[in-house]
């Protein structure tokens, strides 16, 4: 179980004697995913709830089930309107969330963008913590590079081209992979953001074009699953791996049964933990860094029960004794 240190403790008190006049109305933080359905923001929650409990704050948990800017916008109103603690939010829409924030940051609420850039310009109040494309597209060129030598073909599949985490993920691994592995082909990546369904009828037809298919690459947890089905429908001379993003509950059965081979899961509790405390320095009038960037692990059947792992993917916050 983690403890808070000292140093966080002393600032939870510095915080409960001056929050009032910095001007929160209380000390609730709104917390705005990009999908509440999705597990990996369940345990980007746990990090909000864990980091948020020793200073006496609540998180406010509330987002679409699937992409849907205007329900963002207008939580990101209210919590302007009702002058909460800080707004954390991972944005699935451009200009409009933009201004919906520029708003909130003009009334001096803190505000952490998690995952991905914006548009939005340097200003106070503002920062940013971020997924490291470059380190999860490492990651997945050490798995072929294991699995196949960095020969044969791959599929990318999954691409979202209205999603600037899929469209940032796509460019990273491309890149990567050309640039360590010209050899290995890259096959024209499959744009299914739909659904696992439309995955799998594209990934079979990779699979009856590809002969020297070694391996699927998939974007998003939903695609994985799809791969994965593909795989299951067809007899096959050769392996073929399956590679994925984001962590769900049914990929990780599979990967646990070896029909998964690895699957790339971004620090998302570490995500949560950094907002919450960039909020707290904010309001205290604190330093802190306005970008931060957070690598994957990449997890597989040899180091899924390890502890570091576990942690990693856990749902529920610890909660301080």
Partial sequence: MKTAPTCRV????????????????????????????????????????????????????????????????????????????????????????????????????????????????????????????????????????????????????????YSENSVRRLDALEAELRSECPQLHVAQPVVAPFGSGYVQVAAERALAKYPDLVSFVALNARAGLGAEAAMEDRALMHHVAVIAFDPSLPLLVRLRRGWVDAIVSQDMRGMGERAVENIVADRAGKSYRRTVTLAPMVITRSNIDAAATQDWLQFNADQPS
């Fill in 10 to 161: 002393l600032s939870a008190l510095f915080l409960l004697l001056s929050a009032g006049c910095r001007g929160a109305k209380d000390r609730i933080i709104c917390a705005i995913p990009e999908s509440v359905s999705q597990e990996i923001f369940f345990t980007a929650r746990a990090g909000m709830d864990e980091a948020a409990a020793p200073f006496g704050l609540t998180v406010e948990w509330n987002g679409p089930g699937a992409s849907d800017p205007q329900l963002q916008i207008d939580l990101i109103t209210q919590a302007t309107r009702e002058r909460r603690f800080g707004i954390v939010v991972t944005p699935v829409g451009g200009a409009a969330i933009d201004t919906a924030l520029e708003g909130a940051l003009s009334r001096g609420i803190p505000v952490v963008i998690t995952r991905d850039l914006t548009s939005l310009r340097e200003q106070p109040h503002l920062s940013f913590v971020l997924e490291d494309y470059q380190a999860g597209a490492r990651l997945v060129l050490q798995q072929l590079q294991k699995l196949a030598g960095c020969k044969g073909t791959v599929v990318i599949l999954g691409v979202d081209k």
